[in-house]
């Protein structure tokens, strides 16, 4: 069974920065695309970013574009999202996902129904 496995949440105030990790087993994590998504209270989830396999290209949500850096290390089957400038409005549920495998599709997974898998989650609380 794939396993995403996320940390590194927590409470933060506003312009503070924070770092997600999620790491990924039972699966070759280097073939393929991952992503994250958030979901704030009584909001649909949203999709942030998304990384292709060997880390090169990457795409982020327009609200997110200039602070979020999406990034993996393949040797230790680690996604990260690093956020800086963090908003109230960041506030949410954040998960990570596998997408579709290499060769499978385009990179630039945005929608959540491409990817197959999440993690349990992780709060994110930006608050003064």
């Known amino acids: 069974q794939v396993q995403l496995v996320e940390s590194g949440g927590g409470l933060v105030q506003p312009g503070e920065s924070l770092t997600l990790f999620c790491a990924g087993s039972?699966?070759?994590?280097?073939?393929?695309?991952m992503g994250w998504v958030r979901q704030a209270p009584g909001k649909e989830p949203e999709w942030v970013s998304v990384i292709n396999q060997d880390g090169f290209k990457t795409k982020h949500t327009d609200s997110v574009k200039g602070r979020f850096t999406i990034s993996r290390d393949n040797a230790k089957d680690t996604l990260y999202l690093q956020m800086n400038s963090l908003k109230p409005e960041d506030t949410a549920l954040y998960y990570c996902?596998?997408?579709?495998?290499?060769?499978?599709?385009?990179?630039?997974?945005?929608?959540?129904?491409?990817?197959?898998?999440w993690g349990q989650g992780i709060q994110v609380t930006v608050s003064s």
């Open positions: 996902m596998r997408g579709p495998p290499e060769g499978a599709a385009d990179w630039e997974v945005v929608d959540l129904s491409d990817y197959d898998y």
């Open positions: 039972t699966f070759t994590f280097s073939l393929y695309i």
